[in-house]
C-alpha cells in the first residue's frame, strides 16, 4: 500500500515542486512505483514534464468526471496526474461539497496498491486543496528555503497542519523539513537553523540532507527533465539522492508491511 506524502509550503518560490519531482525520480530510481500529484494551478509539475493542457488532469478527478487510473499519465520512471490552470475554478466548485476536505482520500483510496509512493505537490496556500492533501497523507515535508521570514512561513504550516491532525487527519506526522538552495555560511542559513533547533517541536525535524544551491536543479525542469536526466554527476542530483537514501531509512516500509 503506498505511503502518502504532501510536500507543502505555502510561500511560492521554496523549491516546493523542483523537491517532488526529483524526490520522485529518486524513489523511481530505487525501483519504486511513483504517482506524482500536482495540485497548483501553475502547474509547473505538470509542464517540467511537457504536459501542457492535458485532456487528462487533476478537474476532472475533483468533479468525478474520470478516476486516477483514468487520469495518469505514465512517463518512463514514473506516473503522473497533472494539473490544469483553471484549477481554481475546480476547486471552488467542491467548496461547498459535504465533507469536502476528503475528496482526495477517497479518490486515492482505489489506487493505493498499486504504488510505493504518492506525493502531492501542493499549491503555495492553505486552501482547500493543501488541506485536501493533508488529509490524505501519512506524512508531511516542508522545503524551505534559509531566507528572511522562512521561519514565520514554517509557524503557519506547522499551526494549520496541527489543526488538521487534530481533526481530520490522526495519523498525519511530519517527515521533516528539506533545507534547499542551501549555503551554510550564510547569515540568514544559520539563523534560520538556531531558530528550528531552538524550537522543541521541530528540532529533531530537520533532514540531515539538504539540496545546495545548484544551477543544474534550477535548469532542468525546463528542459522536461529531472536532475537525474539533466545533469546526473550534479551536487542537485548528489544531494536528492542523499535525501531520498534518508528518507527510506527513516520511513521506508519493510517488505512485510509493503
Keep these: 500500500m503506498a505511503t502518502i506524502i504532501s510536500v507543502i509550503n505555502y510561500k511560492g518560490g521554496t523549491g516546493k515542486t523542483t523537491t517532488v519531482l526529483n524526490f520522485g525520480a529518486a524513489l523511481a530510481k530505487k525501483n519504486k512505483k511513483v504517482l506524482l500529484f500536482d495540485f497548483d494551478c501553475q502547474c ?5 514534464k511537457g504536459l501542457k493542457k492535458p485532456e487528462k488532469h487533476l478537474g476532472n ?4 468526471k474520470a ?3 483514468e487520469s495518469v499519465f505514465k512517463l518512463d520512471t514514473f506516473s503522473i496526474v497533472p494539473s490544469v490552470e483553471n484549477l481554481l475554478d475546480y476547486e471552488f466548485a467542491i467548496s461547498n461539497e459535504p465533507g469536502r476536505e476528503f475528496i482526495t482520500k477517497e479518490f486515492l483510496e482505489p489506487v493505493k496498491d498499486l504504488y510505493d509512493y504518492i ?3 501542493c499549491p503555495p496556500s492553505l486552501g482547500l486543496l493543501a488541506i485536501n492533501s493533508l488529509v490524505a497523507a501519512d506524512y508531511f515535508i516542508v522545503p524551505m528555503q534559509t531566507e528572511n521570514f522562512a521561519f514565520i512561513g514554517l509557524d503557519h504550516i506547522m499551526s494549520a497542519t496541527q489543526k488538521v491532525k487534530d481533526r481530520m487527519n490522526p495519523n498525519l506526522q511530519i517527515a521533516g523539513i ?3 538552495k542551501f549555503a551554510y555560511r550564510t547569515k540568514f542559513s544559520q539563523a534560520v537553523i ?3 533547533l531552538a524550537n522543541e517541536q521541530l ?3 530537520i533532514f540531515d540532507s539538504y539540496i545546495r544551491q545548484d544551477i543544474s536543479v534550477m535548469e532542468s525542469p525546463a528542459f522536461g527533465q529531472t536532475i537525474f536526466e539533466y545533469a546526473p554527476k550534479s551536487r542537485g542530483a548528489k544531494d536528492y539522492h542523499a535525501f531520498a537514501n534518508e528518507f527510506l531509512k527513516k ?3 519493510t517488505k512485510k508491511e509493503a
Design 44 to 48: 509547473n509539475l505538470s509542464l517540467s
Design 61 to 64: 478527478i475533483l468533479m468525478k
Design 67 to 69: 478516476t486516477v487510473e
Design 119 to 121: 506525493i502531492i505537490d
Design 178 to 180: 528539506l533545507l534547499v
Design 194 to 196: 538556531s531558530n528550528i
Design 203 to 205: 528540532k529533531d525535524k
Design 251 to 253: 520511513y521506508g516500509k
